[in-house]
T-cell receptor, first 114, second 112 residues
Framework: GESVGLHLPTLSVQEGDNSIINCAYSNSASDYFIWYKQESGKGPQFIIDIRSNMDKRQGQRVTVLLNKTVKHLSLQIAATQPGDSAVYFCAENRGGGSNYKLTFGKGTLLTVNP | DADVTQTPRNRITKTGKRIMLECSQTKGHDRMYWYRQDPGLGLRLIYYSFDVKDINKGEISDGYSVSRQAQAKFSLSLESAIPNQTALYFC???????????FGPGTRLTVL
């Protein structure tokens, strides 16, 4: 049978390359999206967030793109470094408004090769 | 994040034992959350609290209970632990008016 959820999507890049991590969401009512980074043995750490009234938001070396038409979110990391190796999670506020609950994706494992 | 602490960090216990995981925060946030993380499944919400004495079930609350004793403390209990509760457990906090959540370092629980 299918081993759903036992294997993370993985992305392997060379140091210095740009990385793109993708996330699909299903609820058109979601109005807030957030990316977290989780290093081995640690809790998730905030990277960047975006509200549904925006298409793009930039941080330091990271950019989040939101395509509401196809319900797609992406995280772009410029000049990827070995320290960027981690699992990356997208999360959405499905209820919108004052829901204040996040629903997390399964994560993507990013490996940066020196 | 040192502002959100969890104790213990690691725990091994036996089936049927009662276990309590503690979460404390110095951020002054009203909202606190407990999540469970299993390999390849992301984080799933167990319980959450928007204020002292406010308790809400998440998507996987069966087999768990919580207590919000004070604004700064939110504890998770497993009344009778079972092996499929072996997982990483994370506490998170969130300030009023924000969706962003701040996570603790996690507790690795193993139920034999």
């Amino acid at each position: 049978g299918e081993s759903v959820g036992l294997h993370l999507p993985t992305l392997s890049v060379q140091e210095g390359d740009n990385s793109i991590i993708n996330c699909a969401y299903s609820n058109s009512a979601s109005d807030y999206f957030i990316w977290y980074k989780q290093e081995s043995g640690k809790g998730p750490q905030f990277i960047i967030d975006i509200r549904s009234n925006m298409d793009k938001r930039q941080g330091q070396r990271v950019t989040v793109l939101l395509n509401k038409t196809v319900k797609h979110l992406s995280l772009q990391i410029a000049a990827t470094q070995p320290g960027d190796s981690a699992v990356y999670f997208c999360a959405e506020n499905r209820g919108g408004g004052s829901n204040y609950k996040l629903t997390f994706g399964k994560g993507t494992l990013l490996t940066v090769n020196p | 994040d040192a502002d959100v602490t969890q104790t213990p960090r690691n725990r091994i216990t036996k089936t049927g034992k009662r276990i309590m995981l503690e979460c404390s925060q110095t951020k002054g946030h009203d909202r606190m959350y407990w999540y469970r993380q299993d390999p390849g499944l992301g984080l799933r919400l167990i319980y959450y609290s928007f204020d002292v004495k406010d308790i809400n079930k998440g998507e996987i609350s069966d087999g768990y209970s919580v207590s919000r004793q004070a604004q700064a403390k939110f504890s998770l209990s497993l009344e009778s632990a079972i092996p499929n509760q072996t997982a990483l457990y994370f506490c998170a906090t969130s300030p009023g008016g924000s969706d962003e959540q701040f996570f603790g370092p996690g507790t690795r629980l193993t139920v034999l």
